[in-house]
């Protein structure tokens, strides 16, 4: 029986991410690069179902191949609610049940949906009641991308992109995500990202350790308007994913000439995330991108983050 069916379980779902701007600054000495960035939640989630149990473990289904993701002490599911568990002394565990819908190391947080999902259905499931600030806090503990997922919506990440703001954002907006069945790992284009910039050497000033969103990215999420967003949105990492990953130029043409606004590698990528003018120019550029052979699918934000289901 799945856990999914189990009358005692928390359901909880968290939505992925699309970086809409994401300005990647200096390392700092302990190896983080500054960041500017602004996340905006779509409707492609992670289910999360949380049972009783006497010690900690998780399963993981959906369309996913499971060797990609560990079932071990690195998943960040698993991690959440044992940081939860030893932050309010409790003595129970957990069997967790994690339905993936968003893409593993796609560039979209799944993993940090995952954290943040299992940290709330946890804190139900134990009646632990910890409260927003302290949940913010764990979920701080456990990844840059994790406190984002637990309120969603749209906002701006400065620091190391864990220092949350929420960014006004009108309406919605309409994406089509180009996903790849193979994932790209985080920092492995973070070092690309500085290998080109070595290259560059000393012609290049230094990366700037403190970093700002640029002004016209923020009121074109105000105002909701799509158009110009498009023009303002950008990746300092989709070169390294491109020079990881080659083909991803090509795609990111090919959606454009569907008919998208423009197009971005989502975060670290693979996965890349077109804007289209509305849902109906949306799914024209959907089906324009699976008729080429492409994985495409139609997605919407801002949505809200965590959210109890039962
Ligand atoms: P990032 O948040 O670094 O941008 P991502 O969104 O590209 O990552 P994720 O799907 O979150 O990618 O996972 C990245 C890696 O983390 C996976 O390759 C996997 O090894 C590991 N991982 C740990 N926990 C999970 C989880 N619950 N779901 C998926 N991957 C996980």
Request: charge should be negative; hydrophobic fraction near 45%; proline fraction near 6%.
């Amino acid at each position: 029986m799945s856990f999914a069916q189990r009358s005692d379980a928390v359901h909880v779902r968290a939505p992925g991410k699309i970086n809409v701007y994401l300005g990647v600054g200096g390392r700092h000495d302990d190896g983080y690069h500054a960041l500017a960035t602004v996340f905006q939640a779509v409707s492609l989630y992670e289910d999360v179902f949380a049972s009783p149990a006497d010690d900690f473990s998780v399963t993981v289904t959906g369309n996913v191949d499971p060797a990609t993701v560990p079932t071990d002490d690195r998943n960040l599911a698993i991690r959440a609610a044992k940081l939860l568990a030893q932050a309010t002394g409790v003595t129970a565990g957990v069997a967790l049940e994690l339905r993936k819908g968003v893409p593993v190391a796609g560039g979209m947080g799944g993993g940090s949906a995952d954290a943040a999902a299992a940290l709330v259905a946890c804190d139900i499931l134990w009646g632990t009641d910890v409260g927003p600030a302290r949940l913010h806090d764990l979920a701080a503990r456990l990844g840059a991308d994790v406190p984002f997922a637990l309120h969603g919506g749209t906002a701006v990440g400065t620091g190391r992109g864990d220092r949350l703001t929420p960014a006004l954002a009108r309406g919605r907006f309409d994406w089509v995500l180009a996903t790849s069945p193979e994932g790209l790992s985080t920092p492995a284009i973070y070092g690309r990202l500085d290998q080109m910039r070595d290259e560059r050497g000393a012609l290049a000033d230094d990366p700037p350790l403190s970093l700002d969103v640029p002004v016209p990215v923020l009121q074109a999420l105000r105002a909701g308007d799509a158009g110009d967003l498009a023009a303002a949105m950008l990746n300092d990492l989709e070169p390294a994913a491109i020079a990881e990953r080659p083909e991803l130029d090509l795609i990111l043409a090919e959606g454009v000439r569907a008919g998208a606004l423009a197009g971005l590698v989502s975060g670290s990528g693979p996965t890349i995330a077109f804007l289209c003018a509305g849902p109906d120019a949306a799914r024209v550029v959907q089906e324009e991108l699976r008729a080429m052979g492409r994985e495409a699918l139609h997605v919407h934000g801002p949505v809200p983050g965590a959210t109890v289901i039962s």
